[in-house]
């Protein structure tokens, strides 16, 4: 196997590099050899699916969530059990429940349809995991925690004997937290990272920035004050009302709309309206009759 796809951080346990550095519609992940084959999250691509196939079967897949860029590839894996959080099981199993989870009208309003064509598949949940368990692979025992926000049953996985953690979602990107959908949660995503501020890993290891081995709590921490900077920016621009669509407008949260702009605009919005029903009950803004926000002066 590359060397450039795989990374030792303890024996038998390996990072496994996702294409494009691991930038979405990719992801990275884990892969446990102990003479059971474990991967953490499947959506590294084609040529590292390829790499593992080669060397053997797998046995266990562990998803840290629902969506597309970390479940899809498990398809590719059709004998190995995939294990999930309790409360991200269902959208995993049924597309349904995936659009229920997101907030899509559909499967097709997904980004990138050639990297996920079909969309969700619906796929066999064999076990599902709770916070606090500890999942014993032999040579490597992998803690559970639930840090939802992201999605509702988004978890990381410590590795207490080296002090390792992966985070999953909670990437550092400089994008800053994502809660896009409909069932991200705002308030449990900020108490999330700072659970794993707390926790204070001597490695992190991220789904798309990969492995951050240096000031990791404060970088935990100026990735939670994001959550902070956008209210501000926020607050800025309702000094004068303005409707949801037109805060939209403004790209607090995306920069600009990638294509398809209409999809990516419905990120920012579900994402601007989790902001201003925490500022509404802290407060600091109300709604005017015309359905205008405006921040108290």
């Known amino acids: 196997m590359s060397d450039k796809m795989f ?8 990072f496994v590099s996702g294409e ?5 519609p990719y992801s990275n992940g884990l892969m446990i050899d102990t003479g059971l084959k474990v991967l953490v999250d499947t959506g590294f691509g084609r ?15 562990i998803n840290t969530h629902f969506h597309l860029d970390h479940a899809y590839g498990n398809k590719y894996f059709p004998k190995a059990l995939v294990w999930a959080h309790a409360l991200d099981a269902p959208a995993l199993r049924s597309p349904e429940q995936f659009l229920a989870f997101t907030g899509f009208n559909s499967p097709q309003e997904f980004p990138d349809p050639l990297q996920f064509p079909g969309g969700p598949p619906g796929q066999a949940v064999d076990r599902e995991l709770l916070d606090g368990e500890v999942l014993d692979f032999g040579d490597v025992a992998l803690q559970v925690i639930h840090t939802p926000g992201h999605t509702p049953g988004h978890i990381s996985l410590y590795e207490p004997t080296a002090s390792i953690l992966f985070s999953g979602d909670i990437d550092l990107s400089p ?21 794993l ?27 939670a004050d994001m959550l902070d900077l956008r209210e501000k920016q926020i607050l800025w621009h ?7 669509a037109e805060l939209v407008d403004t790209n607090i949260i995306f920069r600009r709309y990638p ?11 579900t994402m601007l309206k989790k902001h201003l029903q925490r500022l509404m009950k802290q407060g600091r803004i109300f709604v ?3 359905h205008r926000y405006k921040a108290y002066a």
Request: hydrophobic residues 35%; contains cysteine.
């Open 7 to 14: 990374t030792e951080l303890q024996p038998n346990l390996f």
């Open 20 to 24: 494009q550095g691991g930038r979405f």
């Open 47 to 61: 040529s590292r699916r390829e790499a593992i196939m080669a060397a053997g079967e797998v046995d266990v897949i």
């Open 175 to 195: 994008f800053g937290p994502w809660y896009g959908n409909v069932r991200s949660d705002l308030e449990e995503f900020a108490c999330s990272i700072e659970r």
């Open 197 to 223: 501020i707390e926790l204070n890993p001597k490695v992190l290891v991220t789904s798309h920035i990969g492995i951050v081995t240096d000031n990791i709590p404060d970088r935990l921490r100026d990735y």
């Open 238 to 244: 309702l000094r004068a009302p303005k409707t949801i």
């Open 259 to 269: 294509e398809p702009q209409k999809l990516y605009r419905f990120f920012e919005e």
């Open 288 to 290: 005017k009759s015309n």
